[in-house]
């Protein structure tokens, strides 16, 4: 008879991770550790400032936010919690975008925005005699 071969071990019983060790041997050394706990926190509050200068400038600021969160929850408690409500937000969020009326109205409200846009565009270029806007030399719309 051959001999099945036996499947490998699950990494957990082989031993742990090289980032677990790397982690456990720099909080053994309580300068290491706070040196690391405080790049973590430089580094994390960069990148929620970040997340927050571009929720009012171009850019994926809620995105930055939540890895600046995360970034502070691998070493800090409140940082946990914090993250764990703003995932509670979220969902709530998801799930008000997609309830079906919510969902109906903004289709609604995005076409209608549509439309008078369109005819904002229409009635310039009845009004300007289809001028490209860069060519028109007096501006006021009754001659």
């Known amino acids: 008879m051959k001999e099945e071969k036996q499947a490998p071990t699950p990494l957990e019983e082989v031993g742990p991770k090289p980032y677990t060790r790397f ?3 720099i909080r053994r050394n309580a300068l ?13 509050v960069t990148v929620l400032a970040g997340g927050l200068i571009m929720m009012i400038t171009p850019g994926p600021g809620i995105l930055g ?15 946990q919690r914090a993250l764990h409500r703003a995932k509670e ?16 109205r903004n289709t609604i409200t995005a076409v209608t925005l549509g439309i008078l846009v369109g ?9 300007y005699d289809f001028t490209l806007p860069w060519a028109i030399g007096d501006y006021t719309p009754w001659s």
């Open 23 to 25: 982690r456990a041997y």
């Open 32 to 44: 290491l550790n706070t040196a690391w706990r405080i790049g973590v926190f430089t580094v994390g």
């Open 65 to 79: 936010l939540i890895l600046g969160l995360a970034i502070l929850a691998t070493e800090f408690a409140w940082a």
């Open 89 to 104: 937000a979220a969902e709530k969020a998801k799930e008000k975008a997609l309830d079906p009326r919510k969902k109906r």
């Open 119 to 127: 005819a904002a565009v229409i009635a310039y270029l009845v009004v």
